[in-house]
């Protein structure tokens, strides 16, 4: 078990460095053709051969190759035959299947690779992250500020025909009354391809869990030791104040976890700053590092909504948050993001990076883990 309150006094340089064997750069390339130009990324999925990606602004899918070259838009958004017409909240590849899953509000789009529309999977469960962990089981975490007791599933495992495999819902706090308990935005998810599994981890429990196509299982802990208040702001559905409230100067807000073969890794919101922690999976040793932040949240929100930047200079002091594609740390820039942080003067900006011009798509950067 790692608490992290007893390390936050002394936060050092983590061991990312340690884990990595080689680096793409890859600049999205800009062409005469407008639809080349991305205003800033909030989805995307990296195959062998293409990057697809879900620009912040516009309702399309742009499909660019490994070097960076813009190919076309692959998917349009509307009410045409193929058409991707929901609210759309992220996209996975599956090079294996020839997949590419479009996740919305009511269903799952599902395409070939090429672009190919092959059928809609509708359900009724409202979920704010889902993966496909197989080919006809999908794992999915319960939209937040819906309570238990009204029908969240909180954590599930179902298949495509919307059949139920596994759901854990019995979440709970002392702080808060059981039919109050919910999950809020005070939560964090994410996947992890080397065994087709997601993480999720709420700040009213220490407990992170994780998810695979036939249980849900206990994966580590990290002690957080919040407020009470904290605690009720992560369990408490009912209150949204949660969605304004990022809680006082002692609490860890959790906001993304990241697992790799050797670590997991959370990036935490304290103190009005930002941290990323890290523990061992062998050794359980833990570890904390202050990101630097050369603006406030809403700022770098604007220079890129994944906030690339904001996480362990434990590479080459450059700055890296990302997440896992295939058996890559994937990391999302941009040039206005590259620009803050270097006017800090605290960052090592590597040679590829240094002709980074200010209306230049952003930027993928590919850690191949060891």
Known sequence: MANIRELIANPSTLSLNEEIKQVEYIPLRTTEDDQS???????????????YVYPVKEQRIALFNRQGDFIRTLITFGQGPGEFNDMLSDIQANEERNRLYLFGMSGIWEYTLEG??????????????????????????????????????GLGIFTLQGDTIAMKNNFHASEVAPEKAGFTIRSAASYTPADNSILFMMGANDTIFRITDKIIEPACVLQLNNSDKEVRMSIDATDFGSMQDFGSSSDFIISEIMETPSCYYFRLRYDEGHFVAALHKKTGKAMIEKCIQPADLATLSDANLLCGMLGTRSYGNFPIWGRIENDCLAQIITPYELSLYKETGKITIPEALQGVGEDDNPIVILYHLK
């Open 37 to 51: 130009l991305i205003d800033g990324v909030a989805g995307f999925a990296v195959t062998s051969k293409h990057i």
């Open 116 to 153: 190919e529309y092959l059928q809609k999977y509708e359900y009724k469960q409202q979920a704010i992250f889902q993966r496909l962990l197989t080919a006809d089981r999908l794992g999915a975490v319960a939209f937040p500020y819906m309570t238990f007791k009204d029908g969240s599933f």
